[in-house]
């Protein structure tokens, strides 16, 4: 069946630009979560949706940093004026209801040169 | 500040041997721990999970145990497989919170 799907798999641009992160999560799955995975880290929390609900953004490190869902299922993440710290592995999530396991897609190298 | 420590960041072990990968937490509020295996360009597949109410939980090759007063858990694989090589995520959530805290990883080579 089909997994966590994430687009694009690799992402280099130059400081200062804007980019755009994208996610399907699996189908029926209400909740939705960003992480990202800097050089020999953990996985840091970003921002959770679930349903129809406020979405918790207390993890996004900046206010460069946003994200949206739209229409319960794909959500895309976006970072405006690129830095350079903002290099890493943008990984997304999926659960049944904010329930335990949450299911990884495979991430999204982003790279600021 | 760090929730959940993984203070070996590697561990080689031989075939057909023991793997054991520890975790440490410092919030007491944890009540729920899991364990994820990551492949390069992979994103991390979950492994096995414990709750607070248990001491052990086991699946096929895999173990975990948890013990709550020292704040410690621990992955075992038994035996170990050259397919097992990979980086080994433990992270933990508090009851009725959904977001996970992750430790940094260890990253296990299982030698031929």
Request: neutral net charge; glycine residues 8%.
């Amino acid at each position: 069946g089909a997994g966590v799907s994430q687009s694009p798999s690799n992402k280099v641009t130059e400081k200062g630009k804007d980019v755009e992160l994208r996610c399907d999560p699996i189908s029926g799955h209400t909740a939705l979560y960003w992480y990202r995975q800097s050089l020999g880290q953990g996985l840091e929390f970003l921002i959770y949706f679930q349903g129809n609900s406020a979405p918790d953004k207390s993890g996004l490190p900046s206010d460069r940093f946003s994200a949206e869902r739209t229409g319960g299922s794909v959500s895309t993440l976006t970072i405006q004026r690129t830095q350079q710290e903002d290099s890493a592995v943008y990984l997304c999530a999926s659960s049944w209801d904010g329930s335990q396991p949450q299911h990884f897609g495979d991430g999204t190298r982003l790279s600021i040169l | 500040d760090q929730q959940v420590k993984q203070n070996s960041p590697s561990l080689s072990v031989q075939e057909g041997r023991i793997s054991i990968l520890n975790c440490d937490y410092t919030n007491s509020m944890f009540d729920y721990f899991l364990w994820y295996k990551k492949y390069p360009a992979e994103g991390p597949t979950f492994l096995i999970s414990i709750s607070s109410i248990k001491d052990k939980n086991e699946d096929g090759r895999f173990t975990v145990f948890l013990n709550k007063s020292a704040k410690h858990l621990s992955l075992h694989i038994v035996p170990s497989q050259p397919g097992d090589s990979a980086v080994y995520f433990c992270a933990a959530s508090a009851h009725g919170d959904y977001k996970l805290s992750f430790g940094a990883g260890t990253t296990v080579t299982v030698r031929a």
